[in-house]
């Protein structure tokens, strides 16, 4: 299933969207002997010096939605062998095919690279409240997402293999360090989702699992990214704002159970052996 030509003992990487999740993904990359160098992207100039205190090497371009930046740059960032494409899609935000535009953008520079495998950084969300537990074929396309834009981007890469390896890591909510759950409903009253289960991923699990994938070899598949158990929301929110000192929120029962959904990871698990750090998204680690 895993393809040896993949499999180079040293890599050159490239992170695109050296944020929240990039840049500790960089720290650990730097950190191992699969990496012959990092690259990491960011719009932010005052990230540059951060990345090279850490033996990243920093480049500055935008993607509105086409890259912009210096030419010689944007030409240097995509000289890789694996490129890691992390960048927020703010869906909401935007235009509905803005993401898309992104990654057509990106694209281009692809088809004049030296790249030989990519990893794609996708969301959960693309699946619709089905009530039941969700597998990564259950949406491939637009029409059967919620979140149409997202699953069109991800099948504009997926349309490169054959030239190129690429994986789609859709990942649960991201959590972990400051991202803490229940700082987002500190003090709300009468919620009505905390029957729902969750779908976490904790950032360090993500970190280990792209590591693992990128050692053993990447393959032509989509992947739910998803820590193994699902408590409901109720029980992390009320025990992260216990561990805080916040005001829990209230709950209340509706007549009618909200839309749910669980998200299996166990097709991950036949392609890798992953072992979680943090398994229990009550157990996931916080600090602010």
């Known amino acids: 299933m895993i393809d040896q030509n993949t499999k180079v003992e040293k890599k050159r990487i490239s992170i695109l969207g050296c944020g929240w999740l990039g840049f500790p993904l960089a720290q650990r990359l730097i950190g191992d002997d699969i990496s012959s160098q990092v690259k990491g992207s960011t719009t932010?100039?005052?990230?540059?010096?951060?990345?090279?205190?850490?033996?990243?090497?920093g480049f500055l371009f935008n993607l509105n939605p086409e890259i912009s930046g210096n030419g010689d740059?944007?030409?240097?960032?995509?000289?890789?062998?694996?490129?890691?494409?992390?960048?927020?899609?703010?869906?909401s935000k935007n235009e509905p095919d803005f993401h898309p535009r992104q990654i057509?953008?990106?694209?281009?520079?692809?088809?004049?690279?030296?790249?030989?495998?990519?990893?794609y950084i996708s969301s959960t969300s693309i699946y619709?409240?089905?009530?039941?537990?969700?597998?990564?074929?259950?949406?491939?396309?637009?029409?059967?997402?919620?979140?149409?834009?997202?699953?069109?981007?991800e099948n504009l890469l997926i349309n490169l293999r054959g030239k190129i390896n690429v994986s789609i890591l859709r990942?649960?909510?991201?959590?972990?360090?400051?991202?803490?759950?229940?700082?987002?409903?500190?003090?709300?009253?009468?919620?009505?989702?905390?029957?729902?289960?969750?779908?976490y991923i904790h950032r360090d699990d993500s970190v280990e699992i792209i590591t693992a994938i990128l050692k053993k070899g990447v393959v032509n598949e989509?992947?739910?990214?998803?820590?193994?158990?699902?408590?409901?929301?109720k029980e992390i929110y009320i025990k992260s704002c216990t561990q805080f000192g916040w005001e829990a929120p209230t709950f209340q029962e509706p007549e009618n159970r909200p839309d749910f959904k669980i998200i299996s990871a166990e097709k991950l698990n036949l392609f890798y052996d992953i072992n979680f750090k943090f398994p229990d998204p009550l157990q996931f680690f916080y600090e602010e």
């Open 44 to 57: 932010s100039a005052d990230k540059i010096e951060t990345f090279k205190a850490s033996g990243i090497e």
């Open 73 to 91: 740059d944007i030409k240097s960032f995509f000289d890789c062998d694996t490129l890691i494409i992390s960048i927020p899609p703010r869906l």
């Open 104 to 119: 057509l953008s990106v694209i281009e520079h692809i088809k004049n690279s030296t790249i030989t495998e990519i990893l």
């Open 128 to 153: 619709p409240d089905l009530n039941r537990i969700v597998i990564e074929s259950d949406v491939v396309s637009p029409e059967q997402s919620p979140s149409p834009a997202m699953v069109e981007a």
């Open 171 to 199: 990942h649960g909510g991201l959590l972990g360090y400051n991202r803490i759950p229940g700082k987002y409903v500190k003090g709300q009253k009468d919620m009505t989702t905390g029957s729902i289960p969750v779908n």
């Open 222 to 233: 989509t992947f739910n990214i998803v820590a193994p158990l699902h408590p409901i929301r």
